[in-house]
Structures are given as C-alpha cells and as structure tokens.
C-alpha cells in the first residue's frame, strides 16, 4: 500500500506501508472500508434497533481498558 501525507506547507511524502491484520475481526473491517463504515453496515442491517441500557456510575467504575458490559 502506497501512502502519501502531507503536512501543512510542506511538499507531500509518499512510502510505502504494510497492512497489519491480527484477527479474522480486523479483516471484516479492512474489508468493509474501517470499523466506522462496518459499524454503519451493521446498524443499518438491522430490522430493529434494540435500545441499550447503561448502568449509570461513576468514572471509577467503567475504566477506559475494560470494554463495556451491555
């Protein structure tokens, strides 16, 4: 994959970059374009959207490393 970047008011950089993939997850987003469009893919597939609930607490109580628990 060819990358070009450019910071403001300097010339563009162009390398060229590998494409790491760990999980067979990371693959369905590469595929679909990024986990934002695969999220969008997702929620517009669904016939009916489930409302979630969140417990609610303090900033202590949901650290940022744990994923939430719906």
Do not use: N
């Amino acid at each position: 994959m060819h990358v070009r970047a450019q910071a403001e008011g300097l010339a563009p950089r162009r390398f060229q970059a590998w494409v790491r993939i760990d999980t067979p997850q990371e693959l369905l987003y590469y595929r679909d374009g990024g986990i934002l469009v695969y999220v969008l893919r997702q929620l517009m597939q669904r016939e009916h959207a489930v409302p979630l609930e969140v417990e609610q607490g303090s900033a202590e109580s949901f650290p940022a490393s744990d994923p939430p628990s719906y």
